[in-house]
């Protein structure tokens, strides 16, 4: 029986989120292979709780438990924090120290995937077309005149380090660029402006198994709000999802071979969800998350449910692929 400790909580606006997705991760652990150990990690403590709501701190010098006089050490750990410090290189880079193998994917990819910044730059690079954007640092001088001019209307301000859009704002008029700007900077010292592509959002879920990658069906993204924005993702009745996305066979082709090519590329580890934007002309890279939601309802679990694949599966197979690389 394998110790597996499920990482949840973290130090940004998606700590309830988060929190949500390590229940769902401890509820659906094969508890035949695994003992799951649900670790809540906040900028204040690192702690699990019991059944009985007793709380046992964490030994940050090797990441251990003392739960009665009994040291429990953990054999990997199940990433599900979103945002900081588990989706940005942070958290990996820690258990790297301590050769604790861990579910997502490893520093550097993880630090690329979580920055928009770097990270359209590294996508673009590679060849596939991604939306034309500006970055501003906190403190920086800007025209508002010279960003529109260069973007057009509307646009997207973003912080470059956030996840479940977090701070992202949709400017559709010239004098809602400052305050757009503004709420991104709470969330981050670099912004990324970036112009608005008119299309459909297609969602493409990835796991490794062994050596091989399994590709999930797509899904397709309607958002009731203006965008799909932090309420639309978690308010239920503010979107529609739909697995599988109704798309041409080329286009499906088109999108899971981009993500399997930018899945290796990027060394990307464990399920991953690479998010794309569907024109007339083809198709816009949008964002990769490393660190994609696990509830039932999340688009991972669909898309792995339409596969064929259970959500316990789909924890196990990142699980056993985490261990034999540990």
């Known amino acids: 029986m394998k110790n597996i400790a499920i990482v949840c909580g973290g130090y940004s606006g998606e700590y309830d989120i988060s929190i949500q997705s390590g229940k769902v991760v401890e509820k659906h652990l094969d508890r035949n292979k695994y003992k799951g150990y649900r670790i809540v990690i906040s900028k204040t403590n690192w702690y699990f709780e019991s059944r009985d709501g007793e709380k046992y701190e964490i030994d940050k010098a090797d990441f251990s ?6 040291i429990i050490k953990f054999d990997g750990v199940f990433n599900a924090i ?35 910044f770097f990270c359209n730059h590294f996508v673009r690079s590679m060849g596939v077309t991604v939306a034309d954007s500006l970055s501003l640092r906190k403190g920086d001088a800007y025209e508002k005149k010279t960003i529109i001019d260069a973007l057009g209307l509307p646009v997207f301000v973003k912080p470059v380090g956030s996840g479940s859009s977090v701070g992202i704002s949709k400017v559709n008029k010239t004098e809602e660029l400052d305050e757009a700007i503004k709420t991104a900077f709470k ?7 970036e112009s ?13 198994k062994g050596k091989d990658l399994i590709v999930f069906p797509l899904t397709e993204i309607i958002s009731k709000n203006d965008f799909f924005d932090y309420e639309a993702k978690y308010t239920k009745g503010l979107a529609h999802e739909v697995t599988p996305a109704n798309t041409p066979v080329e286009v499906e082709l088109d999108i899971k071979a981009t993500s399997s090519f930018l899945y290796r590329q990027m060394d ?5 969800r690479f998010d794309y934007i569907l024109t007339k002309t083809g198709i816009y890279f949008l964002e990769v998350n490393a660190i994609p939601g696990m509830t039932e309802a999340s688009i991972i679990p669909q898309q792995a449910e339409a596969f064929g694949m259970s959500i316990q599966e789909l924890f196990t197979i990142a699980v056993e692929g985490m261990l034999k690389k540990g």
């Open 65 to 70: 438990l003392n739960i009665d006089s009994v």
């Open 82 to 116: 979103h945002g900081t410090p588990g989706e940005d290189g942070k958290l990996q880079a820690y258990f790297d120290l301590l050769n604790i193998p861990y579910t997502s994917s490893g520093v550097t990819s993880a630090a690329l995937s979580f920055n928009k």
């Open 187 to 193: 969330e981050d010292d670099r912004i990324l402006i």
């Open 268 to 272: 990307c580890k464990g399920f991953v």
């Open 196 to 208: 608005f592509i008119d299309g459909r959002e297609i969602a493409c879920g990835l796991i490794e």
